[in-house]
């Protein structure tokens, strides 16, 4: 199984660093600019990183065993709408917001469409009512897969941080998954774990390649259908239990969408610089490394957010089986999100509506 999971690791990494030896090549169209409110590089750098992720899984495919293309065969087919439309706006620039969040979402009506499989095993009883009804479950999925597809994207602001995060999620999906005796489900998730991080080793934390919007969508969508398929392949489990792994990105987006909204004049969907990740670089990274290069700088705002991806993450690993206990963890986990963000931008561990109304960060604003 290691030599598995460091072929996969070495086609991911290898196709990275080709990319970035060819920039010279196909840089004209595939070059992120350093314009742009959420932009931290210094210099121009390739976006089309999801290119390395699709080469990786392409690789994982064709030697995984039989038990584990069943996985992987429907996910790779159903993430292509997602992908494409992702390196459509990482080339062109001009793919709306709205396209991209309905493309992932298609994605995930896409899963079901090949398997069957929508989620009905949440562990709230009156919405596991609602979900027998096949359509609301199918509209409910797709929500829940873009939904994550896009949270993985927003927390792609520094190097390494959204592949680093995929993978310490996924890795926990398969420890739970070892937990229950799914081994074929296990392997899938580390399969992507050992993607995430071929890529990790090329993007942090000198940030040579940009995961992209193909990129992003693309492992975004992969972590949420293993999200979906560890409960209802287990049905000992539930939601609960992946949605704690997941615990980082969905407050991402929560605490995001509510901010946005909260803001006059700033649209849900706009892009600012006042996500927790952007406040960890400028009030703590920064300070504590001084004369540092920005670069490295960036790279080294990225291991706080592990931490907390790995908090919950070990939390939902330890009482995966106990519905109760995940819900507390997941109370603990908005707490502490809501606290450090309260702390980094009031200098007070209270989270108030002042914080909500702050202005946007412009991209002048460091």
């Not at 409910?140 to 310490?168: E, P, R």
């Not at 209802?232 to 949605?243: E, F, G, K």
Request: with cysteine; glycine share 8%; proline share 5%.
């Amino acid at each position: 199984m290691l030599s598995f999971y460091g072929l996969i690791f070495v086609a991911t990494l290898v196709t990275a660093a080709l990319l970035v030896f060819s920039k010279h090549h196909h840089g004209h169209f595939s070059m992120d600019s350093t314009f742009g409110v959420q932009k931290h590089h210094t210099e121009p750098t390739p976006r089309i990183g999801g290119v390395a992720i699709a080469a990786g899984l392409l690789a994982a495919w064709f030697v995984a065993s039989a038990e584990v293309r069943t996985i992987l065969t429907p996910m790779l087919l159903a993430g292509i709408p997602a992908f494409a439309f992702g390196v459509a706006e990482d080339v062109t620039k001009r793919v709306g917001v709205l396209p991209r969040l309905l493309a992932t979402m298609l994605s995930g009506a896409v899963a079901w469409y090949l398997t069957g499989i929508a989620m009905q095993n949440t562990g709230v009883a009156p919405l596991d009512w609602a979900l027998a009804f096949v359509p609301f479950a199918v509209l409910f999925t797709a929500f829940a897969v873009g939904g994550m597809a896009n949270a993985i994207n927003i927390i792609d602001g520094f190097n390494g941080l959204a592949s680093g995060s995929v993978a310490i999620m996924a890795a926990a999906l398969g420890v739970i998954a070892l937990q229950v005796s799914d081994a074929t489900l296990a392997t899938a998730c580390f399969t992507l774990v050992a993607v995430a991080l071929g890529f990790a080793a090329v993007n942090w934390p000198f940030g040579k390649i940009f995961l992209g919007d193909g990129g992003a969508y693309l492992l975004g969508f992969m972590l949420a259908w293993l999200a979906i398929l560890l409960p209802m392949r287990n049905p000992q489990l539930n939601a609960w239990v992946s949605i704690l792994v997941c615990a980082y990105p969905v407050l991402e987006v929560a605490f995001s969408v509510r901010r946005r909204h909260k803001r006059e004049g700033h649209h849900p969907g706009h892009p600012d610089r006042a996500h927790l990740h952007h406040f960890l670089h400028r009030r703590l990274v920064r300070p504590a490394l001084p004369g540092v290069h920005s670069t490295l700088v960036n790279g080294m705002t990225s291991p706080l957010c592990w931490l907390a991806t790995s908090l919950p993450a070990a939390w939902a690993i330890a009482f995966a089986d106990n519905t109760a206990v995940l819900a507390l963890g997941l109370g603990l986990a908005t707490f502490a999100y809501a606290g450090t963000y309260a702390r980094l931008t009031q200098f007070a561990w209270c989270f108030s509506a002042l914080t909500l109304k702050r202005k946007p960060v412009t991209a002048h604003q460091v």
